[in-house]
């Protein structure tokens, strides 16, 4: 399906960037928000203050239909994912759950009461496989990993409340795959042939999953393939 009006947060980066692309391409009226923005279209996930001004700018233009967090870290302050217990560092990991969880948290906040309340719409924020409890078989990345598993949990929350006053509404973690953007560049060595994704075939195919959900994942966290990924 199309999205009438959709909100895009981290619409500079790379994946965001392709979402605002795909999404205008296919008829939607993009709200494309960054924090390199200088206009009214600024926002900072780390600034409560500009997610509620975004907000109250969207609402004036009538309830959009998808609002899609399209923002994360890995590397924090030029810092490598930690590898070990020894590099854990108290300010390095509040600042890594302020951008992966504190956020997208607090846009849920302010955007979620925005959306239409009947109809199908839909709220998604970037997660991460390795953000799965169950599936933590390697360890390391301590920070990353840790503030992946609390968005997870966020939106499950969030997805609860939300459906009381919104029952139609889809609220969801995205996992993209391993996106050839700056995130993930220094620690693509690893990575098997044809498991790099271009920024666009990521969010071609998040899209793709997204449109073919119902209320009933609401809560959930989901790969680019579709598949469910387990707490």
């Not at 360890?139 to 968005?151: D, E, I, N, T, V």
Request: hydrophobic letters at 45%; a positive charge.
């Amino acid at each position: 399906m199309s999205w009438r009006r959709a909100v895009v947060i981290g619409a500079s980066g790379g994946i965001g960037n392709a979402l605002a692309g795909i999404l205008e391409n296919g008829g939607s009226e993009v709200l494309p928000f960054s924090r390199s923005s200088r206009d009214a279209q600024r926002i900072d996930i780390e600034d409560e203050a500009s997610i509620a001004a975004a907000a109250a700018r969207v609402a004036e233009g009538g309830p959009p239909d998808l609002v899609f967090v399209a923002t994360g870290a890995l590397t924090i302050g030029g810092s490598p994912p930690e590898k070990t217990w020894r590099s854990l560092d108290a300010d390095l990991l509040a600042r890594s759950y302020a951008i992966n969880a504190i956020g997208p948290a607090l846009v849920a906040k302010h955007f979620l009461p925005v959306l239409p309340r009947q109809g199908r719409c839909a709220f998604a924020a970037l997660g991460a496989r390795v953000g799965s409890i169950g599936d933590n078989r390697l360890g390391g990345w301590y920070g990353y990993r840790a503030s992946k598993a609390a968005l997870a949990m966020l939106v499950r929350t969030l997805a609860i409340e939300l459906a009381r006053s919104r029952p139609e509404a889809v609220c969801v973690a995205l996992h993209p795959g391993t996106v050839d953007t700056g995130l993930s560049r220094p620690f693509q060595g690893n990575v098997a042939e044809g498991s790099l994704f271009t920024p666009r075939q990521s969010a071609e195919r998040m899209l793709r999953v997204l449109e073919g959900l119902s209320p009933a994942d609401s809560g959930g966290h989901f790969a680019w393939d579709g598949s469910r990924i387990a707490p």
